[in-house]
């Protein structure tokens, strides 16, 4: 599974746009990008992925760069209900793809 | 469906006890995965498993034991508790090029 680099913490104030960016500058052609997020030591919940596409879901848009070496996470009006952890991984969805979290980034959502 | 169901929520074990962390899951998913959070830390994958009697370790297995006996069941066995083995678990599961579903965990103190 190839590594992912993000920020360890961000802030954004509440009805801005928060991005959330990620760095896989090792990532293989057909691995995809996944984002999830952690409220409050909850278990994880997925938010959007993609592959070389940008993505756009009720929750969230996927920004994936050309080169595919990095991508953000879009949280368009964030609320202080997006208090989170947020995590990045990058696999290729099948048998070997061990779905391996690294730190995330938490994002705090300022009133 | 339920989704990723996980019992006990809380547990209290005294060092060098032994106990198991259930997992089940209704959605006929494949691949399964149980991750530890230790306070203000990432998730960190314990074992997995991508079909029923096949596991594998993943990036911190040492005190661990599982077993997949059906699709639904992925145990998590602890053999003599230590102090170390203090943390919140995460059971999770995914079908094939599917993002995962992840359970409310189980939060063990060992004492």
């Known amino acids: 599974d190839a590594k992912t680099t993000q920020p360890t913490s961000m802030d954004c104030a509440e009805g801005r746009a928060a991005n959330l960016p990620c760095n896989h500058s090792t990532i293989s052609g057909n691995e995809y990008v996944y984002w999830y997020r952690q409220i409050h030591s909850q278990g994880p919940q997925y938010i959007i992925h993609g592959l070389k596409n940008n993505e756009t879901n009720e929750m969230a848009s996927l920004i994936i760069t050309e080169d595919r070496k990095s991508s953000t996470l879009i949280l368009p009006h964030a609320t202080l209900r997006d208090t989170a952890v947020y995590y990045c991984i990058v696999g290729d969805g099948g048998a070997t793809n061990k779905l391996i979290f690294g730190t995330g980034t938490l994002l705090a959502v300022q009133p | ?111």
């Open chain 2, 1 to 111: 469906n339920a989704g990723v169901t996980q019992t006990p929520k809380f547990r209290i074990l005294k060092i060098g006890q032994s106990m198991t962390l259930q997992c089940t899951q209704d959605m006929n998913h494949n691949y399964m995965y149980w991750y530890r959070q230790d306070p203000g830390m990432g998730l960190k994958l314990i074992y997995y498993s991508v079909g029923a009697g096949i596991t594998d370790k993943g990036e911190v297995p040492n005190g661990y034991n599982v077993s997949r006996s059906t699709t639904e069941d992925f145990p998590l066995r602890l053999e003599l508790a230590a102090p170390s083995q203090t943390s919140v678990y995460f059971c999770a599961s995914r079908r094939a090029g599917v993002y995962a579903f992840f359970g409310q965990g189980t939060r063990l103190t060992v004492v």
